[in-house]
Nanobody
Framework: QVQLVESGGGLVQPGGSLRLSCAASGSIFSIVAMGWYRQSPGTQRELVATLNSGGGTDYANSVKGRFIISRDNARNMVYLQMNSLKPEDTDVYYC??????????????WGQGTQVTVSS
């Protein structure tokens, strides 16, 4: 079993910054990619940023230039530095990992979600 645990959400004023963290633990053989998604009630979960094992990144257009994704491979952690936050960034943010738990088995794993609220 693999678990993803997020931290770092909260309330911030427009223009402020937050840093989300996600720790992967359990039976991890290797990590293909880790990233962040967000979702509002009644909407589909959408990609925010992802980082693959080769170091390649992908960002939603709405966050390019403001958010930065990074990883600590030794600690199986992924981070999302969010700058210049806007009210429309308000959402529940979910950590995602595509992880091999054995040499021939991979699955998609999700964290429990952390609320980010941008409001004055």
């Amino acid at each position: 079993q693999v678990q993803l645990v997020e931290s770092g959400g909260g309330l911030v004023q427009p223009g402020g910054s937050l840093r989300l963290s996600c720790a992967a633990s359990g039976s991890i053989f290797s990590i293909v990619a880790m990233g962040w998604y967000r979702q509002s009630p009644g909407t589909q979960r959408e990609l925010v940023a992802t980082l693959n094992s080769g170091g390649g990144t992908d960002y939603a257009n709405s966050v390019k230039g403001r958010f930065i994704i990074s990883r600590d491979n030794a600690r199986n952690m992924v981070y999302l530095q969010m700058n210049s936050l806007k009210p429309e960034d308000t959402d529940v943010y979910y950590c995602h990992g595509r992880i091999y738990s054995a040499f021939n088995r991979w699955d998609d794993y999700w964290g429990q979600g952390t609320q980010v609220t941008v409001s004055s």
